[in-house]
Nanobody, 111 residues
Framework: VQLQASGGGLVQTGGSLRLSCKTS????????IGWFRQPPGKEREPVSC????????NFADSVKGRFTVSRDLARNTVYLQMNNLKPEDTAIYYC?????WGQGTQVTVSS
C-alpha cells in the first residue's frame, strides 16, 4: 500500500484547489481513503473520507458544502476538490488508508 498526495499550493481566500491522492498496491475501492490535515501548530484532524465499495463520503463540519471527494478507479486516484477556501484551511494535507500515510501536500490560503 502506497499513497502520494499532490496538488497543494498558494491560493487567495475564495479560491479553489484540487488535491490528488495517487495510490498503488491495492484496488482503490478495497479500502476507505481518508483525507486529513494538520494546520500550523495544531494536531492532525480528519477532513473527509470516501468509503470502500460504494464510495460513501463524509466530511468534517468545517468543510461541508465547500469540499467534495471523488475517486477514479482507473487511475487509482482519489481527489479532494476544495472550493471557497479560507485562511483556516491552511494546512498540510495527507491521505491515509489501511494505516498508511502518504506524503503530505501544503495548502496555503492567503487572506
Amino acid at each position: 500500500v502506497q499513497l502520494q498526495a499532490s496538488g497543494g499550493g498558494l491560493v487567495q481566500t475564495g479560491g479553489s484547489l484540487r488535491l490528488s491522492c495517487k495510490t498503488s498496491g491495492f484496488p482503490l475501492d478495497y479500502y476507505a481513503i481518508g483525507w486529513f490535515r494538520q494546520p500550523p501548530g495544531k494536531e492532525r484532524e480528519p477532513v473527509s473520507c470516501i468509503g470502500a465499495g460504494d464510495g460513501t463520503t463524509n466530511f468534517a463540519d468545517s468543510v461541508k458544502g465547500r469540499f467534495t471527494v471523488s475517486r477514479d478507479l482507473a487511475r487509482n486516484t482519489v481527489y479532494l476538490q476544495m472550493n471557497n477556501l479560507k485562511p483556516e484551511d491552511t494546512a498540510i494535507y495527507y491521505c491515509n488508508t489501511a494505516g498508511q500515510w502518504g506524503q503530505g501536500t501544503q495548502v496555503t490560503v492567503s487572506s
